[in-house]
Structures are given as structure tokens and as C-alpha cells.
């Protein structure tokens, strides 16, 4: 009796403590208050000005076809205060990126205006710029994408760190470990909706899972490299490979599905206690049953003569090559799935689980480079803005000199 009321007593203290123990977990997986401290940037020296009167000088040296110096988008930058000149700043990196000085936008332009979107409510003109990289010159950093990727996540917004996730992998930006492991976190949550994707979208999550994970040899790393190369796979398989690597940083030679089955046979082969996500065999056999089904439908459709078939008409003769081994990939898969149950390799947990443990146990510890890397750039930035501001100020005296002295000989005249 009295051990059964001191169960019931305790029973809700253990309750609590565990879901205690999970919100904690859900936010170490993220960034650290010392990683996204704006204190370090916000240090520099001012340099303020009415942006009002900026514009119009800008406005004035495009109307008269003059150049526009990248010192003065980045005054118009750091000098922001509100949502509105937000919107004003994107007009301006707009015409500068369209201007013959366009190579000339400094980095830590790039950086300020990710940091000034994400203190005055402007998120989504950080991501359209980004987006649209090419019409902005908005190329950030890697700590840069992390502090935006961090800010979603902490948003639960998925989709839309994916989004920059997205961006990193055709920027080619996972050589940090933190970008990495945010990218992985922020990949594996959005899966784990189930969301329904696009061909075109699966070719990006697939891409962008693929080059993550590929500086990693983890579970997560080897997962993740397998899961992506299945995905790659599937469009190479049903549409070509010319889909694939079109406008992407990815390999042009054929063969991703034996890309992610070679990812599985290092995990066999490999010693300790590296395994793969159980998620990783469920997405190759669904594709395989995927492909299988679409193969027999294109059969079906060509014995009856239809026309509607335009993928079909886009393979080349090494794709249609490629698909003939279908088969054997299938062989493999079904191989190596009995082995690696067999070795007790496949870890029952999902991708979304492992990739939470890595972000708990290792971001922390990846954190400490980066913050101390920054703070160097910061000064290098600076002192190069400096030199900049010492530079125009020369420029314009001398420019002064000149005009007086003009003014002095046509007064003599």
C-alpha cells in the first residue's frame, strides 16, 4: 500500500523531468547564445549617416551614369534602423550588383545585411536575396548561413532552413563542422514531416544531404551521404543524368545508386560502432519499388504506342544503360540489407534522432573555431573599411585641390 502511494507520488517527478530533459536537448541542438551574439559586430566603429541623403547622392551618380562606390551601399547598409529601409537597402544592392563596380560589394556588406534583416524583421529579403544571388551579389559566409539557418530552426520553420540549406550546398559551403551538423538537423527534421515533393525538390534535399554529409564519416555523415545518392539516384534512373547535375555542383558520371549502396558497404566493411539509420534502407527500397513500377508503366505505355511519354524521349543511350542495371542494384540492396541486419549495423533510430545526438554531443565543441575566426575577420574587416574610408576622404581633397585651383586660373584669366 505504501508502495504503491509513494509510485503514484513520484510518478508525475519523473514526468517532468524527462519532458525537462527533452526541451533542453531540443535547444543545445542549436546554436549558442555566444555564437550568435551581435555584440562583437556591433563594436566597429560607427560611421553614421542620413540615409535619406545618401539615396539621393547614389540616385544622382546613376542618373549621370557615375559610378557608386561599394563604401556607399555599405554606409547604407549599417546605417539601418527599421523594416522599411530594409526594403530601401534591397533596391540599392539591386542597382549596385547591375553597375559596372558590381564586383566590388564587400563581404562584410554581404554579412551586415543578413545580420540588419534578421534584427529588423526582414528574414524573408535575407532569403529572396539569397535566392536570387545572382541579382543582389548576396553570397554569404558560412557563419553568415549559419546564423540564418539557426534563426528558422529555432522558429521550427523547416522548410524555410532548408531553403538555406539549399543555398549552402550550391555555394558548396560545408567545409565547417557546424554547417555540417545545422544542415543535417535541419534536413533531417524537414523529412521527417514527410512532406511531398517536387522532383525538382527532391533533387535538392538529395543534393544538399549528399554534400553534407560528405566531410563526415559518422552515422550521420554516411547516412546522409546513402539517403542523398538514393534520392540522385531515383531522377537519374527516371529522367537522366542531364537532370541531375544541371545547374548543380554535383558529378555528371552515372551510376548515384551505386553511389549510395557503396556508402552502405563502408559501413559493413567499417570497424567500431558505426551504423547506418534504418530511415537510409527504407527511402532505397522505396525507390527501388518506385522505379520498378514506373519502368513497367513505361513498358506498357510503349507497347500501346503512347505519345505521352516526354522523359522517356529525353534519355541518352548511357542513361538507358544505366537503367538496365536496375536489376542488379536491386540484388545488391537486398545483399547488403540481410548483412548489415545480420552485423547489427543498422541503427533503429531515424535520421531525425541521430542527427539531434550530433548537433547535443558535437555542436558545442565545433562552435569554438568559428566564433574565434569571426572575430578575426571582424578586425580584418574593419581595418579594410578604414582604409577605404581614409582612401575616399584623400580622394576628395585632392579633388578640392583641383577644383580650386581651376577656380584660381580662371581668375587670373
Known sequence: MAASIMQRCLSPVKVASKRDRVLFLARRCLLSAAYTDARIWEQRRPDPQNLAE????????????????SLSVARFVDNITSREEIDQAEYYLYKFRHSPNCWYLRDWTVHGWVRQCLKYGGKDKAVHTLKNKVQYGI????????????????????KEACSVVEEAMLQEAFDRPT?????????SKYLAAKPE??????????ASLY???????????????SMGCAMLGKIEMSRGIHAVFRQMPLMWTHGYLGRSLAAMEKVSAGAGDVKLSKDVLDVFEAVLQDLSSSTSSDTHEEGQGSESDTVGSTLTEEDEQERSKLPEYAKRFKELSSRLQTE???DPAGLEALASGLAEG????????DVAQYEQRVRDWEDERMQLIQREKESREKAEEERQARSLAKAVV
Not at 54 to 69: N, W
Not at 197 to 206: A, C, T
Open 362 to 369: 558535437q555542436l558545442k565543441e565545433a562552435e569554438g573555431p
Open 179 to 187: 554547417t555540417q551538423i545545422l544542415s543535417l538537423y535541419a534536413l
Open 211 to 225: 554534400l553534407a554529409g560528405l566531410g563526415r564519416q559518422d552515422p550521420v555523415g554516411l547516412s546522409a551521404q
Open 54 to 69: 545618401l539615396a539621393s547622392q547614389m540616385d544622382r551618380c546613376y542618373d549621370r551614369k557615375f559610378p557608386v562606390s
Open 139 to 158: 553570397f554569404p559566409d558560412d557563419f553568415t548561413l549559419n546564423l540564418l539557418i539557426d534563426t528558422f530552426l529555432k522558429e521550427k520553420n523547416y
Open 344 to 346: 547489427g549495423k543498422v
Open 197 to 206: 515533393l517536387s522532383w525538382q525538390e527532391q533533387r535538392s534535399v538529395g
